[in-house]
């Protein structure tokens, strides 16, 4: 792409640069409104454009050369280090900011108001320079009513915001995982304060599945190659349109025996489970779901289909998860809705369309979440919705604790390596609760195992379950006789239901 050489300069005119300017140049042209930008410049917002560094030159330095170093050598320009690798520039003369220069990407940030106008006063270039956004507008000092997309932080990266700063509900580019939260509850987790004093919270999940797989039968292209006895994926690239009736049959098994051996132990050591039920499996089989309810298990969803909604159509996803709580409301004794959800492979759509849908029902505050690996006790997110002043409930789940590994290399390669892996787990977090008090490490936290009727229903995978169950049934009545204080087995509804009572979330 062709770009425009323009110049700029500081007031007094002893401070200059050169700028390619292409779109192919530029990553950025916004009003900033953060509070940085407020106090260095003394203005309510200011207008950015970020470069990429070889499209800027300061005293004939290519911006691609520069170093924290260089700038020192340029005459008449003074930096100063505004936060780690990023260095506002000024004027030493007159005092004029002009932008910054961010070593850590190498790029520049300038004020187009520096630039050399036209003959018309005008800015040069502004075909390439026209502000598309308004950023930090949270931080900002005044409203601005105009029809530019306004963030709470950088665009696409964070909550869309209405002009008045209150989140925006109806923006499609919006969705709950803009921006990444990398320090959860460090090194001060909540003491959960379990029923009994519990010394963990142990959730079981069972993940129904069968029969809402990819395959032809269903409408799917290919058949299916994840979690089967073939491996995480097959390996053999499938035909478009054909059906492997290999593959369907050991996906039968776990309805017609793994479920019903795995239910027979919980019902026999009076333990009970959440189970992530696909809705078109349990539409083929319904009885799968009374006879969990019978068991006073509690049946949460596990979105409509068991395939990847990673690029599925947002509207055909949300009008599979309106059929998948359907499903499992028809196929409930109770004729109820499940409060859970775990889609498993998520589109960054999931969580705001499951939140939207369970508000329009008038069950969003009993709704939880657990498409998260990230922590060892449930936490409170905003409404993935954006709405103000709302939360849900995440409660997270397990990859490693899982008996999908038995499908995935490196993973489990027979019962007892499972249940050895299950009883590690455990027994870390016991122990764990055992620290002295004063250690912030010392809270009681949450395990969650995940179980597939296809997978460890099978009789040489079972005995790693059945050990397990064996181990926690008899150091629970160990724990207890030492202190009273045991595990506190339970479903995920029953673990988010005390969270709400105990850790309601803080605004």
Known sequence: MTSTTITGHC?????????????????????????????????????????????????????????????KDINNLSSYNSKE????????NCGTPMGSWSEKR???????????????????AMDVLKPTDHIFYGSRSMDIQDNLPKWEGYPNQSKRLNNDGTPSSDDKNFHAHGIRDIIGYGNNPPHPRWPGNARLALSFVLNYEEGGENTPLNGDTYFE??????????????????????VESAYEYGSHRGFWR????FKRHKMRFTSWSIGKAVQLNPAAVKAM??????????????????????EEEKRQIKQAIASIK?????????RGWYTGRQSVNTRRLVYSTYKEMGLHHTLYDSDAYDEDLPYWVSAPDGTPDEYLLVIPYTFDNNDMKFAITPGFYNATAFSTYLIDAFETLIEESQLPSENPLSVPKMMSVGLHCRVVGRPGRFKGLVDFVKHVERRNEELKREDGRGVWIATR???????????????
Not at 106 to 124: A, C, F, H, M, V
Request: proline share 6%; charged share 25%; glycine share 4%.
């Open 11 to 71: 007031h007094c005119k002893s401070l200059q640069y050169s700028l390619e300017a292409s779109k192919d140049n530029l990553d950025l042209s916004a009003y900033c409104h953060c509070s940085q930008c407020q106090r260095l410049n003394g203005a309510p917002f200011i207008w950015t454009t970020h470069w990429k560094g070889k499209a800027v030159k300061f005293s004939n330095i290519p911006g691609e050369e520069m170093t924290k170093e260089k700038l």
């Open 330 to 338: 028809e196929a409930s004794s109770q004729k109820r809705e499940p």
């Open 225 to 246: 190659q994840f979690l089967t006895e073939g491996g995480a994926a097959n390996g053999v690239p499938p035909t478009p349109g054909v059906r492997n009736l290999s």
């Open 85 to 92: 690798q990023k260095y506002k520039l000024r004027c030493t």
């Open 493 to 507: 509804e029953e673990i988010a239901q005390h969270w709400r009572e105990n850790h309601p979330p803080k605004k």
């Open 293 to 314: 309810e019978e068991a006073d298990c509690e049946v949460a969803s596990h979105s409509d289909r068991w395939i990847n909604y990673i690029q599925l159509d947002e």
């Open 262 to 265: 795995i239910l027979d132990l």
């Open 106 to 124: 190498q790029g520049y940030s300038l004020w187009p108001s520096t630039l050399e106008r036209t003959s018309d006063n005008k800015i040069p």
